[in-house]
């Protein structure tokens, strides 16, 4: 189930694809049932999102799902849902860290998207070509970090994460060929967990 967070929840885009834990207390319509939502894009009620720690906007589904038996329409028509929520860990059962290259990629400017287990938001991606140097990679949104440079690179490529709240780092070893192709999905053979 997916839902849109407010500016704390979102993060200028670092908090998509996080999940969290949520709970609605009332209206009466709540059934305190706790459901897994995806945060999946930046939602600002009219109220204004500064003066609010945290804000949800739910899908249609993961407001139905937290009401009782029969009046799934009645919460999602309520408005404003006092809620209890708590963040999860990322988890991809039986998958490792993957890697995909967006459409955008070209050798001077490189795009990855990872998928990775673990505590939550990375605070940090380094690239390194080959048996070069390690080079910071910017987040562009989301799971999307980018390598913004003057010279040509052209791969096999090393991917180190580093996870921003337990700052455990992982490092992907030439997980991304020579000869890489925009578009192209690579997977690694490690994970957090």
């Keep these: 189930m997916i839902a849109a967070g407010s500016t704390s929840i979102f993060n200028k885009g670092k908090g998509c694809g996080s999940r969290y834990q949520v709970m609605c207390t009332t209206p009466k319509a709540c059934s305190g049932k706790v459901v897994t939502v995806v945060i999946s894009n930046y939602s600002c009620p009219s109220t204004g999102c500064l003066r609010e720690s945290a804000h949800f906007n739910f899908s249609s589904t993961a407001s139905g799902a937290m009401a009782n038996p029969g009046i799934a329409d009645e919460l999602r028509s309520a408005g404003y849902l006092q809620i209890q ?39 940090a991606v380094e690239i390194k070509e080959g048996s070069g140097e390690w080079h910071a990679m910017r987040q562009s949104c989301g799971v999307v970090w980018r390598l913004d440079t003057a010279s040509s690179v052209h791969g096999p490529f090393s991917i180190q994460l580093t996870l921003q709240y337990s700052s455990k780092k992982l490092v992907a070893n030439t997980v991304i060929p020579a000869g890489w192709k925009p578009g192209a999905t690579y997977q690694s053979f490690v994970n957090y967990s």
């Design 85 to 123: 929520y708590s963040r999860l860990a990322c988890e991809y059962l039986g998958r490792t860290v993957t890697f995909h290259m967006e459409h955008g990629s070209n050798p001077y400017y490189l795009v990855a998207v990872e998928f990775e287990d673990g505590d939550g938001d990375l605070s």
